[in-house]
């Protein structure tokens, strides 16, 4: 039982560029997010998804798209990627009780460089 | 004003003494708790977990909820080295709102 994972742990990108940071979980959750923390902000919600083919915006959505075709499976993709967009990446998932989620179990994070 | 306000601390303290972290927040209807642990360049750890008000306690670690000053804490008791940590309070009614974390730092 892996958990949630996350790759890559570290990646440099220059400003413009996109990329897909992944996130898979074994435990059969429904619900996965993405989050980012930046230093004394706590953790932000980008993008959810209650289920396989749902999926909904978060906190600071901005820059940032997501899908979910698998119940495993949910990848965050920086379309134009700015320096802004620089922080520690964490995907977490939960089971989901009528749509809501309580304690999530978190990925060990992508820290994400924009230069 | 934030729906939940966490001190960043750092808050630094002896080992072996009793630590007491806490949050609070604005809506009462807000009925799940959650206290994480997260070190250094590592992800969030669920570390305990209350539904309204009361006490839970989990070896050295005791979460205590008062629902009526909407006031969320964790007490460890004999700090350890290793509980130097970011603690990070949670709390959901349907979505999951999150503190800022405090810095805990405990010296030997």
């Known amino acids: 039982n892996a958990g949630v994972t996350q790759t890559p742990k570290f990646q440099v990108l220059k400003t413009g560029q996109s990329m897909t940071l992944q996130c898979a979980q074994d435990?059969?959750?429904?619900?996965m997010s993405w989050y980012r923390q930046d230093p004394g902000m706590g953790l932000r919600l980008i993008h959810y998804s209650v289920g396989a083919g749902i999926t909904d915006q978060g906190e600071v959505p901005n820059g940032y798209n997501v899908s979910r075709s698998t119940t495993e499976d949910f990848p965050l993709r920086l379309l134009s990627a700015a320096p802004s967009q620089t922080s520690v990446y964490f995907c977490a998932s939960s089971y989901s009780y009528q749509g809501g989620t309580y304690e999530q179990y978190f990925g060990p994070g992508t820290r994400l460089t924009v230069t | 004003q934030k729906e939940v306000e966490q001190d960043p601390g750092p808050l630094s303290v002896p080992e072996g003494a009793i630590v007491s972290l806490n949050c609070t927040y604005s809506n009462s209807a807000f009925q799940y708790f959650m206290w994480y642990r997260q070190y250094s360049r590592k992800g969030p750890e669920l570390l305990m977990y209350t539904y309204s008000s009361g006490n839970k306690e989990d070896g050295r670690f005791t979460a205590q909820v008062d629902k009526s000053s909407k006031y969320i804490s964790l007490f460890i008791r004999d700090s350890q080295p290793s509980d130097s940590a970011t603690y990070l309070c949670?709390?959901?009614?349907?979505?999951?709102?999150w503190g800022a974390g405090t810095k805990l730092i405990i010296k030997p």
């Open positions: 949670g709390t959901s009614n349907y979505q999951l709102i």
């Open positions: 435990m059969n959750h429904e619900y």
